[in-house]
């Protein structure tokens, strides 16, 4: 898997691969790596509008005409304010699960009506501020059905009001992004016994409840099982709807968690095929009676990022050769605790940032943090790393390089992204600064460095 040149990827997948080694070679040339930068995060901006433009086809392809259609990029996937605006220019509204999520999308403008808020932990002080903004609200639980009640009550709200349901529909092969599993901790379980009535009556209730909430799950999840949970979330919308006489339920929000392929270049499955695959699960969903809302996330930008890293040593231990880099636990997380569940492709690049060629050589990929499981990729057949080359981490522009992990206090890299510069070269522009040390000693309690060689009650300070 040494460089990647696949047969069977498409002509925008061949695409990526050529612009990404083209920003390799130039963030290496432009200094944005080198012997004081150590590792950086990559965005693609091109390959970004792409998807998104892929996706806004995909829907508008088998949506009847004038059906609202609100996609909502789940800012959880890459939380970086830049990442939202320009997501917010190619027509994206965000799905937000927490108050710093809000702020994030709200310092990228995009505006309340196009924001959706659906965290499980919700406090009264985050409904209230988002009712009073007028952001749609999906409610976790019967407890938080009860605050928004007493919201209502209190004050008029233009927010748009639904319940999450978790259909119930079963798990994928990653347990930790099941969604939809018999126990799972998100939204109503609609098969528990008595369940499904409750949820219907809860809407008989109360008119202001015009929405219904689904995300059967993310990663792993088979394309059947997600279109069968967007399926039954549509057949309870019609239930509701049939009992109260009326089109209650106007706009059904099915979540996100198209799987991303990260076994080679090729986008698969594609935003096309899982439309498809929902027009057939749930024939009259894109019939045009329900604005429909997406959650989408990793499928949007994974393939779209790379982390970049030098090569500080290489070395071998019991026959095994290893390359140490400075990408490991703290911009890839789940890879380093799950790998084999989170699979990443590495592409070898020389140390003027071209790819490498030669003989392929079994090698571990390791990180710089203090424990052995600290591996990128583990006996991966890759042209022989060397000291000053660089290792990049391919598919990484979700959930990746913008979820930090502080371990060993190791600083977030920056983050950047390129385009073509109009002139035949590739122009940067910085979306995260690199954290410096001194922000690391301020975070990590700098200012109360006597706090416990000089403790006191705090009533006595
Ligand atoms: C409610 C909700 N919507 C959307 C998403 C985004 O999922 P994905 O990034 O897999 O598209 C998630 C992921 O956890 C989620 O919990």
């Known amino acids: 898997m040494a460089h990647e040149r696949e047969q069977d990827a498409g ?3 061949t695409g990526r691969t050529v612009r990404r080694d083209r920003a390799v070679r130039a963030a290496v040339e432009q200094g944005l790596l080198g012997p004081d930068a150590a590792v950086a995060g990559l965005l693609d901006v091109t390959g970004i509008r792409e998807s998104a433009a892929t996706l ?3 829907f508008g392809a088998v949506t009847a005409p004038g059906t609202p259609v609100l996609h909502a990029f789940a800012v959880k996937a890459t939380p970086l304010v830049p990442v939202l605006r320009l997501l917010h220019q190619e027509g994206f509204g965000a799905e937000v699960a927490s108050p710093g999520e809000l702020a994030l999308a709200r310092a990228a403008g995009v505006p309340p009506a196009r924001t959706v808020l659906d965290s499980p932990a919700k406090t009264p002080a985050e409904l209230r501020e988002a009712l009073a903004l007028g ?9 938080e059905l009860d605050r928004l009640d007493a919201l209502v009550r209190s004050a008029p709200t233009g927010s748009p009001l639904g319940v999450r349901i978790n259909p119930q529909v079963g798990g994928g092969t990653i347990g930790a992004t099941s969604t939809a599993t018999e126990t799972s901790k998100f939204g109503v379980a609609l098969r528990d016994e008595g369940a499904r009535e409750w949820v219907v009556r809860a809407y008989l209730q109360r008119p202001w409840l015009t929405r219904l909430h689904a995300h059967t799950g993310s990663q792993g999840i088979p394309l059947p ?20 006489g009326r089109r209650q339920v106007d706009t059904l929000d099915i979540g996100g968690g198209l799987p991303v392929n990260f076994t080679s270049e090729r986008t698969a499955p594609t935003y096309a095929q899982f439309a498809r695959l929902l027009a057939e699960a749930a024939p009259g969903l894109f019939g045009g009676r329900y604005g429909l809302v997406t959650e989408f996330g990793r499928s949007l930008l994974a393939k779209h990022g790379t982390v970049l890293a030098r090569v500080e040593y290489t070395k071998s231990a019991g026959g095994r050769r290893i390359a140490v880099t400075h990408a490991g636990v703290q911009v890839a997380t789940r890879t380093v605790y799950a790998p084999g569940a989170w699979p990443l492709r590495i592409a070898a690049y020389d140390a003027e940032g071209r790819p490498k060629q030669g003989p392929e050589v079994v090698q571990d990929v390791a990180g710089p943090a203090c424990f052995s499981g600290d591996l990128l990729a583990e006996a991966r057949a890759l042209p022989a790393l060397e000291q ?12 990746y390089f913008a979820h930090h992990y502080a371990y060993n206090s190791l600083t977030r890299p920056g983050v950047y992204g390129f385009a073509p510069d109009g002139a035949g070269g590739i122009a940067f522009a910085t979306v995260r600064e690199p954290q410096t040390i001194a922000e690391v000693v301020a975070e990590s309690g700098e200012a109360h460095a006597s706090a416990l060689t000089t403790l006191l009650p705090p009533r006595s300070r």
Request: aromatic share 6%; charged share 20%; glycine share 6%.
């Open 11 to 13: 002509d925008a997948d």
């Open 388 to 399: 000053g080359d660089y290792a990049a981490a391919l598919d990484t522009g979700a959930y």
């Open 225 to 244: 099982l997600m279109a069968q949970g967007v399926a039954e979330t549509y057949a309870l919308a019609e239930e509701i709807n049939t009992r109260a």
């Open 135 to 143: 952001i749609a609200v999906n409610a976790d639980n019967p407890q």
């Open 56 to 58: 806004r086809t995909a």
